[in-house]
């Protein structure tokens, strides 16, 4: 088993690029190729379709790729715990979050992480919620802040209920009142998150279904805040992206109590580093001011 093998087909797949790759990797592009060569002779199949613009893997070399991430990944892994052993802590911890944790839980956690541990390189990118369960599921990340889920062969550790609530300019007739009926919505001015992004939609519709009249379909959540600044329509918004909040806007629960429980997937508690128990501790003794009464 060569690694570097499997770690030149990973990074070509990702880049699409031989010559990208082998800069990123430091090395020449004919070696590259070579290694490249030397993996598909050991396995015996074309693992990749070479065009004039662009690399991609063959379906053979999809069925493939998510068994190189995991032999790197197990061989980082090998190494991390042999550091810690011999009273070391060091390695990578790859995340990926739900934009709403992003904005006030996730960048808190990696702070009070890499001040203790800085030598622990943490790399984070922002998915929507099946892009963060592909990425588990593939090897691609380690951790992933995201909303309670059932997935056969992952994990959910939760940390906290987050209140799913309702947005409007100050001047909207719902800005009066204590909570927000959802059969309020019916025929009322919507701002709709785009396809992949509306998973708190979706909550409150299993809740209690509804028919706005939906004026502007957005996948930003600061983008859909500016529009209810000007009153042109009411959002759906989780409560703890509430301190990106203008002052003119107001936000408001649901009378039916609509929640969700965020915390954090992995694949498997029983295979967890030494880095990513320690991550994972502190994740969970910061999210104890937020737990719900």
């Known amino acids: ?6 770690l030149a087909f990973i990074k070509v797949c990702e880049l ?12 020449s592009q004919p070696g590259v190729s070579h290694m490249l060569e030397a993996l598909e002779e050991d396995m015996g199949f074309p693992l990749l379709i070479r065009n004039k613009s662009t690399i991609t893997p063959t379906e053979d070399g999809k069925r493939i790729l998510p068994y190189c991430y995991q032999i790197i990944k197990s061989d980082a892994d090998m190494h991390q715990t042999a550091d810690a052993i011999n009273g070391l802590l060091d390695g990578k911890i790859r995340i990926s979050s739900f934009n709403s944790m992003l904005v006030n839980f996730t960048p808190k956690v990696i702070r009070e992480f890499t001040n203790i541990y800085s030598n622990i390189e943490i790399s984070i990118q922002e998915g929507a919620f099946s892009e ?8 691609v990340i380690d951790i992933g ?14 940390l906290f209920d987050d209140p799913v609530c309702l947005i409007m300019s100050e001047n909207h007739p719902f800005a009066a009142y204590d ?26 519709q299993q809740k ?9 379909y957005l996948a930003s959540d600061t983008g859909a805040i500016s529009m209810v600044a000007e009153n042109l329509g009411v959002y759906i918004l989780s409560k703890i992206q509430s301190s990106l909040l203008p002052d003119n806007v107001v936000i408001k629960e649901f009378s039916e109590n609509v929640y969700r429980t965020l915390g954090i997937g992995i694949r498997s508690s029983g295979s967890l580093t ?8 502190m994740s969970q003794e910061l999210a104890k001011p937020l737990k719900k009464a």
């Open 132 to 139: 963060i369960i592909d990425d588990l599921q593939n090897n």
């Open 274 to 281: 030494p880095s990513l128990k320690k991550f994972i501790l």
């Open 145 to 158: 802040f995201i909303s309670r889920f059932e997935e056969k062969g992952l994990e959910f550790l939760p």
């Open 208 to 216: 209690k279904r509804f028919s706005p009249n939906i004026k502007h």
């Open 1 to 6: 088993m060569n690694l570097i093998n499997y």
């Open 179 to 204: 909570t927000v009926p959802i059969e309020a919505l019916n025929g009322c001015d919507f701002i709709m998150s785009v396809p992949g992004w509306d998973d708190l939609v979706i909550m409150v």
């Open 16 to 27: 699409g690029n031989i010559t990208k790759a082998a800069k990123e990797l430091g090395y």
